[in-house]
């Protein structure tokens, strides 16, 4: 056994009821007197409701998905003329998001506090989109220093947002297993990630207020988003991003409705990452267990519920192509790359 991992740093706050005093310490902690709070439709309330206790100079809440960059540099600017010191984002990933766009260029410390499932707030990972292209990279500046997560602030997210932003999870453990730096400690994060999204996630279907299900899908997520930002990005991640940004597909139901295309495609050829996610689901095979759960869960279908068109293909293939990741476990083609989005455009049953 012989590999290189690297663990990033950061303080994990868990708790039910306990965002607003965790808050308030971590602030207290960062000596931080001008905080910009980074928050937008449902989750400027909650926002709102956690702040009374800390300096608050700026309330920014134009975001978008996939952080335009207009929208990065209009809060970048914003942030410099009120001289904020440090940002706090409330939200999902877009919201998360922004804040890492500001963090880019002004170094300025982050604490997040999620909304969603969506994972960005523990990774090392950034994102901007210009003239419908998606553009990531990597820099410790916006890793946020302190993550505070609450059930609380996701009881009202609704049951089938629910579930495509735990897929969405559930995507980071999968890509985990074969991604350019997978490695024996980011794939025992994802497995665990994979059992906790799955039990949890049936659960808050079942009972959407239930917090022991939202508490098991706010763990799994943070797993999954370790075991991604050591791993890197994989074949499906590199799909949806470039479908997000060409083509301004929602994220979470991307990723959601593609997932089960890009394991199909994957798993013959990687057969110990293959009997991992299978154990994790507790099923024979990884896609049995990944289509029973979303049989389950009810989950997103068809890219073409999203605005994906047939025309679009051609299109999303060519720009899909020069960034597929290095050792992915199956040879990429122009050919089975079309076949791929195809199948996920329409609904089609996985890998046949």
Sequence with gaps: MQ??????????????GTAAKHLAAEVARLGSRRVMVIAAGSAADVAANLIDDIDVVLFYTDVAPHVPIEKAEAARKAAAEADVDLIVCVGGGSTTGLAKAIALTSNLPIIAIPTTYAGSEATNVWGLTEQSRKTTGVDNAVLPSSVIYDVELTLSLPVALSVASGLNALAHCVDSMWAPRADPINQALAAEGVRALSSGLRLVVSNPVEP?????????????????ASAGSGLHHKICHVL???FDLPHAQTHATVLPYVLAFNAPCAVDAEQRLASAFGSVSATDGLDTLRTDL????????????ERDI?????????????????????ENLDALLRAALVGAVPGQ
């Design 298 to 309: 009810n989950a997103p279908r068809a890219l073409r519920d999203y605005g994906l068109t």
């Design 212 to 228: 022991a299900g939202r508490e098991k899908v706010l763990y799994g997520s943070y797993l999954a988003a370790v075991a991604f």
């Design 3 to 16: 590999f290189e991992h690297e663990t990033l740093g950061q303080c994990v706050l868990f708790g039910t």
């Design 244 to 246: 997000g940004g060409a």
């Design 314 to 334: 051609p299109e999303a293939v060519r720009l899909i192509m020069p960034n597929i990741p290095a050792g992915n476990p199956r040879t990429v083609t122009p």
